[in-house]
T-cell receptor
């Protein structure tokens, strides 16, 4: 079983739709959680960190469920420019090292 | 932009050759992590350098090696290239080991 799993999609949604992605992680010692956005042939860019209490940044809402070991990302009022691959990443501090473990990404295609 | 730069942007090598990839971290960042991203996958952690010392390593063979310099820039060296080494190589810098990682644009390596 992979340490971090995501539905690869693609999720094809119309503009204005609300879409949600989940990401499950297997290591209960994971401490930090992130969503990155990656455009085709570009580097991942930090979208948001995910906090235990949940957090919101404009149209984006991230939540963490430690009991069930998953994080989620909700995008409201989807824009064409939201089309990208969304990577979740978890981080376990281990003897002073923090290495991100990524899922394979979920592809979102927003259609006009 | 993150202020993290990588060179070269693209590289073509043949099997058995050696390659060196370079990364300049964001100003003030003392930690550099290297990741390999194969097509359709999430980035995989190779190793991390903190203040010129290796600070953890992922599941990569010893032919993947690195350096960090006093100005915190870093190199990734890969010996005896294999076809499966074809990937996007990403470096990420962070202010400290425990801080958020910001990615450079990557080096796309093709091994023929």
């Amino acid at each position: 079983r992979k340490e971090v799993e995501q539905d690869p999609g693609p999720f094809n949604v119309p503009e204005g739709a609300t879409v949600a992605f989940n990401c499950t992680y297997s290591n209960s010692a994971s401490q930090s959680f992130f969503w990155y956005r990656q455009d085709c042939r570009k580097e991942p860019k930090l979208l948001m960190s995910v906090y235990s209490s949940g957090n919101e940044d404009g149209r984006f809402t991230a939540q963490l469920n430690r009991a069930s070991q998953y994080i989620s990302l909700l995008i409201r009022d989807s824009k064409l420019s939201d089309s990208a691959t969304y990577l979740c990443a978890v981080n376990k501090e281990d003897t002073g090292r923090r290495a991100l473990t990524f899922g394979s990404g979920t592809r979102l295609q927003v259609q006009p | 932009e993150t202020g993290v730069t990588q060179s070269p942007t693209h590289l073509i090598k043949t099997r058995g050759q050696q390659v060196t990839l370079r990364c300049s971290s964001q100003s003030g960042h003392n930690t550099v992590s290297w990741y390999q991203q194969a097509l359709g996958q999430g980035p995989q952690f190779i190793f991390q350098y903190y203040r010129e010392e290796e600070n953890g390593r992922g599941n990569f063979p010893p032919r993947f090696s690195g350096l960090q310099f006093p100005n915190y820039s870093s190199e990734l060296n890969v010996n005896a290239l294999e076809l499966d080494d074809s990937a996007l190589y990403l470096c990420a810098s962070s202010l400290e080991v425990s801080e958020t990682q910001y990615f450079g644009p990557g080096t796309r390596l093709l091994v023929l």
